[in-house]
């Protein structure tokens, strides 16, 4: 076998370590590569192949004496007991996630008690709708409101923002009972207002309450809380986008919102999805190279295939390729300081794809090509240098596993200058 075949098998060993054996798609979807932490392992291993045969390792023919080989390597390096993680780098988005729609409900400035559409809902879950009245105010984007706070105003009067799940859908008074009824109270209890029993009982005393918040709200106290009196949402929101206008009716999508947190999104290839669960630690590279930790509370279960190469998606052609699916992940920075002034960006998300705790390592580029075929370690024995031929396990941060007869923590290897 002749030095340029033994260097084309330990790349090609070296790839099939890196790589998984498998070849890269050139009509992949448009998102930058997967990359791995291996990148560079097949280079220093053929450099390290070519110092090999520059020092007679390869034992080609040459007329050099026996007398003038080296007594030893050039430069060592000891076998060590460690721990190998191999990673997987994929390609993420720094944001606010997804926003939602808040859209004007049938009767937006409703407030005189009567009856109300039973299909609309809050915060994005409602169906489009018309009312009466005119936007006199509205948020300014990147705005965050609190409980309590305008979301917009109808013939200035402020439209709050209520925390919770359930929306409001029907006018609530006394004697009204249900889950709507307690997040009202809830909320009120929350803003400070007393007196009442938090339930989901609306009682004459609930209704003093809700007086006395309609007063500070600038609102006609009349003691009853329509469904256009009040947005619904799980928490404090962040005013991505404003839809309307300021002196236009309160139709259709007025804002669009986000959660208050920067979030990592993730359209991770399905090849890859045994790598996360909800709990699974992560490291994100901002585009600066600053390292930040995440953790994923998040994995979709709808797979979403990108568009295959070449295909058009017209009649009789398939339009998507199922070997590109990809599964939505999300992660959330507990440390939002270390994201710096991010609002969005790409980033470098990194999981833990596999750990091998305890193996015996050296670095890659003291791998020596056999021409017999495998891998040895250069050592020095009672009559000079020695091959000590041993079999490869993980590649991982510049180490390779490795193992065989004689191989032991703290022998002496040789390493190329």
Known sequence: MTLHQSTENMAAAVAEHTNGGQTQNAGRRRKRPLRTSLIAIG???????????????????????????????????????TSLTRTETVNGNLGYGDATAVQAPPSASSSSGGSASSSTAQGGQSTAGSGSGVLTWLPAEGETIKR???????????????????????????????????LLEENLSALGYTGFTVDDEYTDATATAVKAWQEDLGREEIGTVAPGDAVVATGERRVADIKATSGGAPTGDILTWTGTERIVTVDLEVKFEDLVEDGTKTTIKLPDGTKVDATVNDVGTAATAAPAAGSTGGAGTSSTSSADATLPVKLEVKDQTKLGRYQAAPVDVTFEAETRKDVLAVPINALVALREGGYALETVGSTGIEYLPVELGMFAGGLVEVSGQGVSAGLVVGVPK
Do not use: C, H, M, W
Request: hydrophobic share 35%.
């Open 148 to 182: 309590g706070a305008a979301v917009y105003s109808v013939d200035d009067r402020k439209v709050p923002l209520l925390y919770g799940v359930t929306p409001l859908y029907r006018t609530i008074q006394s004697g009204s009972e249900g889950k709507d009824v307690k």
């Open 43 to 81: 280079v220093a291993v053929v450099a390290a192949t070519g110092v090999a045969a520059a020092t007679g390792a390869l034992g080609g023919d040459s007329d050099t004496s026996t007398s003038a080989a080296p007594s030893g390597p050039p430069k060592s390096a000891k076998v060590e007991t």
